[in-house]
C-alpha cells in the first residue's frame, strides 16, 4: 500500500477512536451538589458533530393581542435553534427556554452535542427574552409570575406559528414532546405552562425557581402567587403527568428571610421538593452548596444533565 494511503488510513482509525466525556443520565430524587463546580463535557465545541442553525427575530407589542405592553411599547428578542437533524415536513421536538438570551450561548453546544450523541431527540429550541423589566409591575412580571394560561396562549397563537411561517419548522403537540425551561420567574413560568396546559407541557426545567409572592396583578384565587404551588395547588390536586427539575443555591435570593416573608427562595424550593415527593412526581431536586441565584457553574454543570433528565419517559 501507497505510503499516503497508509496515512489516511492511520488518520480515519484515529479519528474514529475518539471518546469523549459523557455526562450520565441523573436520578429522581433529593441531591446536594458543589461548593465546587466544573463545566459539563457537553458544553465544549465539537468539530465532528453536525451544527444547528440559529434564526434571530423580533417580536412588537403592537401585533400582540395577548402581551400588548403592559407600561407601554416593547420588543422582544427570539432566538431558533433548528438542529442539522431536522427534516423539512415533520413536527420537531420542541424545548423553549424563557430569558433566552442569557441561555443562547450555553445551550446551543449542549444541543449540537447531545443530538449528535442520539442522547436527545432532533428538538427545536426557542430562546425568547420576556417583554422587559422584572418584579411586580413589569411586562416581565406579567408574563412570567402569573398563574394562568395567558403565557402558554401567548406561546401557542403568536410565538409558534410565526416560527412555521417564517422558517418551515412545524411543532409537536405531544405534550411528551415538548418541554419548558427557565431560571428565576423564568422557571416559575416554566412550571406554570405545565400546570395550566398539562394537554401541552409536561417536562419542567427550573433554575432558582421563583416560588415565591410575586404574583403581579394580584389574583384573589392565588393570593400567594406560585408560593402557592407548594402551599396549596401541588398537595391539594391530582398529580399531573409532569417531570420537574428543581435547583436552588443554598445563598439564593432572601435565603435569611422568615416564612411570613414569602420572598426566602431556598425555603420555597425546599418544600416544592417535598410537596412533589409526597405526590408522587417524577421530580429531581439539587440543594446547590456556595451558590447564589441562577448561578453561572451550576448552570454549567448541571444543564446537559437536566436535559438528559427531562426526556427520560
Known sequence: MHSRSLHIVFVCLAFASVSYAKTPVPKDGNFVIGPEYSPAPELKWRANVPKGTVHEFVMESKDSKIYPGLNGPYQRKVFVYVPAQYKKGTKAPLLLVQDGQHYLKRLTNVLDNLIAD???PAM???FINAGGGDGKGSERGLEYDTLSDRYANY????VLPRITHDYGVEFTKDPD???TMGGSSGGACA???GWYKTKLWHRIITFSGTFVAQQSPD???TPHGAWEYHEHLIPQNPRKPLRIWLEVGDHDIGFDRDEASYHNWVMANNR??????AKG???HYDFAKGAKHVDGNVLDQTLAGALLWAWQK
Open 191 to 193: 412550571l406554570t405552562m
Open 272 to 277: 416544592m421538593a417535598d410537596v412533589l415527593k
Open 219 to 221: 389574583d384573589p384565587k
Open 177 to 179: 414532546g415538548r418541554a
Open 118 to 120: 442520539r442522547r436527545l
Open 155 to 158: 406561546i401557542e397563537q403568536e
Open 281 to 283: 412526581y417524577h421530580y
Open 124 to 126: 427545536v429550541t426557542i
